[in-house]
């Protein structure tokens, strides 16, 4: 069984239970930001309290239908047999939240689609320290995502004393989205006001950049340290030197060279090292497609033969409406030219980077209970990633604020 628990597949269930949805048409799937994949049918109403095969269907309005439709996530997937072990789910139609979840794990009859994430959307991307920008010259969209501000909490801070318990901590790694769109896309030749068939509108161009591993903090004598993020409020590591920050181990810098640092004597050196965390890139399309709407209409088509209602109609185009559609997929760092070594993560040191360096570091000062809010204690510094730290021999200043 090949493994595939972050797949969500909408599928008719003719075999799952007495009240199992009836597919109404074959399902429409879409890559989302996570990598997961998100089918959905055309389905009537559930009885959930929601339109189970609109997903994201605006109805014709520009917006979607409140409510949830039914989706199943899949467990395991047998290839061989074309079926798979899932579990039922709620989804929002609006936002593709998971609002309900049931144990009830069955198995059914299913395809999987091709899970080859698509090709992004960047007809021009750039990466730098500040971040990410995707465009695409055919529609005019630019979307742009900074890295955000990763924190590393300290104490005692800007200086410590040889041997004294010295702490650090990964105090967050959130992540950071940026967005771009345009209102109205005429592929079919029309307008907002007189919309012809493969016309788009509101599409969203959205970037998201994920954490994706630990901090990693190396320090002068102290050597490489690997930090899970332990939030504003977690337990710090424990460290300590065991020689002063002198120039004849290594001390660099003088901490009046160094903006910030006036808390210390200018002629202090310091022991200079970095700190950075590895990020993931995401990328998701969403908009809007006037298309054909298809419908029953009564007796033979063209050919004289009949298709449905009960052999009384056929199948036709009926009108034309909005339909929500979204793709989306990993960009990593392969797909982009000329990036910065800087930037390059090997996560997982097969030779091959995999994600960007984010190195927006920020030093947060704690108090003696890790607190970085105390208004006594409390201050920050950024340098790119540079972590200066003095470290001092002897019973001196060792980094407190009015001391």
């Given amino acids: 069984m090949k493994r ?15 009240n199992a949805v009836q597919a109404q048409s074959a399902p429409s799937c879409s890559f989302q930001p996570d990598g997961s994949i998100i089918c959905t049918t055309g389905g009537g109403n559930d009885g959930g309290g929601g339109n189970d ?9 520009g917006a979607c239908t409140p409510g949830n439709h039914l989706a199943f996530k899949v467990l395991e997937y ?18 593709g939240e998971i609002i309900g979840i049931t144990e009830q794990i069955a198995h059914m009859s299913c395809e999987l689609p091709n ?53 650090v901590r990964n105090g967050g790694m959130p992540e950071s989205t940026g967005s771009g769109g345009v209102n109205y896309i005429p592929n079919g030749g029309g307008s907002p006001n007189n919309p012809q068939e493969g016309d788009w509108q509101d599409l969203r161009l959205i970037l998201t950049l994920q954490p994706a591993g630990p901090m990693f903090v190396t320090l002068p004598h102290i050597g490489d340290l690997i930090l ?43 022991f200079v090292g970095n700190g950075r965390a590895p990020y993931k890139l995401f990328w998701e399309l969403r908009y809007f497609e006037y298309e054909a709407v298809q419908g029953c209409v009564a007796g033979p088509n063209g050919n004289g033969n009949y298709n449905c209602g009960g052999g009384t109609g056929h199948h036709d185009i009926v009108g034309y409406d909005w339909k929500h559609h979204s793709s989306g997929g990993e960009i990593p ?14 996560i997982n040191n097969d030779g091959t980077p995999d994600a960007y360096w984010d190195n927006n570091l920020t030093l947060r000062r704690m108090d003696d209970n890790n607190r970085v809010d105390n208004p006594q204690y409390q201050r920050s510094w950024n340098w790119g990633g540079i972590i200066y730290w003095a470290v001092r021999e002897g019973q001196g200043q060792i980094g407190w604020p009015g001391q």
């Fill in 4 to 18: 595939a628990s972050l797949l969500l597949i909408l599928i008719a269930l003719l075999l799952f239970q007495p």
């Fill in 78 to 95: 047998d290839a061989s047999t074309s079926t798979c072990k899932v579990f039922p789910i709620r989804v929002d139609n609006c936002t």
């Fill in 115 to 167: 899970t080859s994430p698509p090709q992004h959307p960047c007809t021009n991307f750039t990466v730098g320290a500040g971040g990410i920008t995707c465009e695409n010259t055919g529609w005019k969209v630019s979307a742009r995502v900074t890295f955000p501000e990763i924190y590393l909490d300290v104490r005692p801070y800007p200086a410590t004393l040889v041997r004294w318990p010295t702490a």
């Fill in 53 to 61: 095969g609109g997903g994201n269907d605006d109805g014709g309005g």
């Fill in 333 to 346: 760092p392969s797909a982009v030219q000329n990036l910065p070594a800087a930037l390059m993560a090997d």
């Fill in 228 to 270: 899970p993020n332990q939030g504003g409020t977690g337990n710090p590591t424990m460290i300590q030197w065991e020689v002063p920050s002198h120039p004849a181990v290594g001390g660099g810098p003088l901490a009046g060279s160094v903006g910030g640092l006036d808390e210390l004597p200018g002629d202090i050196p310091l």
